[in-house]
Structures are given as structure tokens and as C-alpha cells.
């Protein structure tokens, strides 16, 4: 049987008469609720080689995660240069509960000191995604509402 849920993505923000933001729930398969971005800046110099195992590792640490139903699924971003000290990040996407159990199994701490040795400016941020935006959001506009 597929569940549903409400999904926000920009495909579906609807702006009302007095310009506030909301969303437009659409149905669809249950998404991933959260997410863990890790983004990356430059490879520490003569550091290359290490930091292209550290990246391969990480594509088949992520990869087996998704096949073993603990994430969702998660995304690779490369950035072209941009003068600015993100190079690429990789978005974890799952449930709260996937992704705070990624967060502290070991090996994804063995695997973020890993990277963090041959990086500059490695950060990780917890994302809201799909229903969690969708609940954020929500909550922000009650925030405003309340002051305005």
C-alpha cells in the first residue's frame, strides 16, 4: 500500500494576495523528511590523491546506506568555481531518524575525520526536505504572523 504525504518543493510555493509565502501540498510517495548536507571547500595542496579516496570511499559509504534502506537516497553536488569556498556537498535525504542514526554510527565519524584531513572548510547542517519543509516553513509563518 503507498502512503502519502505532503511535499514541498519551489514547483509548488504559491504566493497569496497579500505576498506571503505558503505551500501547495501535492500527493506522492512518502519523501524524506530530512536531510545532512555536507559541503566541502578545497583539497588541502598535495593532498589530491588522498582527497580522491576520500571521495570514492564516500560515494560507496553513501551508496550502500541507500541500498541498505538507511537513507533514502543522497545526492553529489560539484560546484564550477565560483570565488567562493564551496566546492561541491553531498545531501543525505531520509527520515529524522535515518539520518541522526548516519550521524552517529562510527563509521560516519571515522569517514568525516577521514575527509576533514584532506579539506578546507568541511561543514554539515541539518536540512529540512519535503515534509519537514513543508512543517518548518509552517512554522516560521506562525512566527511571523504572531509579530507582525
Request: glycine fraction near 12%.
Amino acid at each position: 500500500m503507498e502512503k502519502t504525504c505532503l511535499a514541498a518543493s519551489t514547483r509548488n510555493i504559491i504566493y497569496g494576495a497579500d505576498k506571503r509565502v505558503g505551500f501547495h501540498p501535492r500527493k506522492g510517495k512518502v519523501m524524506a523528511e530530512a536531510g545532512l548536507c555536507i559541503a566541502w571547500g578545497d583539497v588541502v595542496k598535495g593532498s589530491e590523491k588522498r582527497a580522491l579516496e576520500a571521495y570514492g570511499e564516500s560515494m560507496q559509504y553513501f551508496g550502500r546506506l541507500q541500498e541498505e534502506g538507511r537513507i533514502e537516497r543522497f545526492e553529489v553536488v560539484v560546484l564550477a568555481p565560483t570565488g567562493g569556498d564551496v566546492g561541491g556537498f553531498w545531501l543525505l535525504r531520509g527520515t529524522e531518524e535515518q539520518i541522526d542514526s548516519v550521524r552517529r554510527s562510527e563509521e560516519y565519524v571515522t569517514l568525516i575525520q577521514r575527509v576533514q584531513l584532506v579539506v578546507t572548510g568541511l561543514r554539515i547542517a541539518d536540512a529540512f526536505l519535503d515534509e519537514g519543509l513543508v512543517q518548518v516553513m509552517g512554522s516560521y509563518q506562525k512566527l511571523v504572523d504572531e509579530l507582525a
